[in-house]
């Protein structure tokens, strides 16, 4: 029989794994069967280490499983971890970035409150401007119209004394004398214009 062969029997056999009896060479595996064969109590000291071995192999795949679902928790949390972790200094970031934000309108608040205030001082003083403007306007309309009844008064009395001189030349004109009669005519003209 070959190895291979001898440690099929004694895995049918007797329960044990060939990863147990690989380290057995082929003559150590006959030996085991003859002993096997002949001591009962080897068999059964055999038997509990091939149940306990059974055991531990269950055990292990047991715990092999379960570090398997250990470590995939581990790298999905750690995975979780990087990720928050970047959300974190994206927020940091953003949050520094709004506080900038925040400072830079506030000093534009305050340059737009100054210039408010600059704009309702000059307001109010325009609106100052604009009332001595219609006070203004409305004393040269009262002086406009004291000049238009003034200028009525001295055309009205401009003509009185023109007809008064046309009354007077006429009366002049009828005496002989020619050159005070031509002297009178050229005030007359002059004085009509």
Do not use: H
Not at 48 to 54: C, F, G
Not at 101 to 108: C, Q, R, S
């Amino acid at each position: 029989m070959t190895k291979d062969d001898l440690q099929n029997v004694l895995k049918e056999q007797f329960g044990i794994n060939k990863n147990i009896s690989q380290r057995l060479s082929r003559e150590e595996c006959e030996r085991l069967l003859s002993l096997l064969d002949q001591e009962p109590s080897a068999v059964k000291l055999v038997a509990s280490y091939a149940d306990k071995n059974s055991k531990l192999g269950r055990d292990n795949a047991t715990y092999g499983r379960a570090r398997q679902q250990v470590e995939r928790k581990f790298e999905a949390l750690q995975s979780e971890y990087l990720q928050l972790e970047r959300s974190v200094e994206s927020i940091e970031s953003a949050k520094a970035e709004l506080a900038s934000k925040k400072e830079f309108l506030e000093a534009e608040q305050r340059a737009l409150e100054a210039e408010v205030q600059g704009l309702s001082s000059k307001n109010q003083s325009l609106a100052s401007q604009v009332q001595t403007l219609m006070t203004q306007a409305d004393e040269l309309t009262v002086a406009n119209t004291q000049l238009k009844n003034e200028n009525k008064d001295l055309k009205n009395i401009v003509d009185q004394i023109r007809l008064r001189l046309a009354k007077d030349t006429k009366a002049l004109l009828q005496y002989e004398d020619s050159e005070l009669r031509k002297a009178v005519i050229r005030v007359f003209r002059w004085t009509l214009g």
